[in-house]
């Protein structure tokens, strides 16, 4: 079944303990792409991927960190969290637009929801 | 970037149709209209995309205004299950930015 995965479901950690939420996939896509998302903020953009070794930063990247060094995998890294992290944490991937006319939707996972206390 | 008007609410009755309207009136030649839903707390997902025709799939229709400045989403007979977060996105190639969409309920 084509999917994106994401662990832990659920978690709870203390500040200052660092932690790496996994996400794969496996339909083979080159884009890969984290999401928080909180009440009253809807989802934002937190890093993106084009392709492995490629990454780039999204809207609100302050305080996570990312790499892309297979293309199935996109973890997402938290060295130092802190409260303001707590939040639902969608992975979403979706193949490349090789050309301008072409677009493809993006696939997301189950969500993880992180409670930073 | 284009912005994205929706409105934050719309009820509508089980079995009829439900006509999820947005605004883009600065959208640009290569951006496209996206149209994804969220369930409860769940990860969105997708449902329809075009650039300036009408198009349809096996969940619903979107309907492109001639001059590119809104859409409508169009569950044709809407169920229970249809209650959800609906989010139109206006944007080029991959890259997605979420506003507050309309809640959509279904009511029996």
């Known amino acids: 079944e084509a999917q994106v995965t994401q662990n832990p479901r659920y978690l709870i950690t203390v500040t200052g303990k660092k932690l790496t939420v996994t996400c794969s996939q496996n339909?083979?896509?080159?884009?890969m792409s984290w999401y928080r998302q909180d009440p009253g903020l809807g989802l934002r953009q937190i890093y993106y991927?084009?392709?492995?070794?490629?990454?780039d930063k999204g809207d609100v990247p302050e305080g996570y960190k990312v790499s892309r060094k297979e293309k199935r995998n996109f973890p997402l890294i938290l060295e130092s969290p802190s409260p303001n992290q707590t939040s639902l944490y969608f992975c979403?991937?979706?193949?490349?637009?090789?050309?301008?006319?072409?677009?493809?939707?993006?696939?997301f996972g189950p969500g993880t929801r992180l409670t930073v206390t | 970037d284009a912005k994205t008007t929706q409105p934050p609410s719309m009820d509508c009755a089980e079995g009829r149709a439900a006509n999820l309207p947005c605004n883009h009136s600065t959208i640009s030649g290569n951006e496209y209209v996206y149209w994804y839903r969220q369930i409860h707390s769940q990860g969105p997902q997708y449902i329809i995309h075009?650039?300036?025709n009408n198009e349809t799939n096996e969940m619903a229709s979107l309907i492109i205004t001639e001059d590119r400045k809104s859409s409508t989403l169009i569950l044709p007979h809407a169920t229970l299950r249809d209650t959800a977060v609906y989010y139109c996105?206006?944007?080029?190639?991959?890259?997605?930015?979420f506003g507050a969409g309309t809640r959509l309920t279904v009511k029996p």
């Open positions: 996105i206006v944007r080029p190639y991959n890259d997605m930015r």
């Open positions: 979403a991937s979706s193949p490349l637009a090789g050309e301008p006319e072409r677009t493809y939707e993006q696939y």
């Open positions: 991927s084009m392709n492995v070794e490629v990454t």
């Open positions: 075009g650039l300036k």
């Open positions: 339909m083979n896509h080159e884009y």
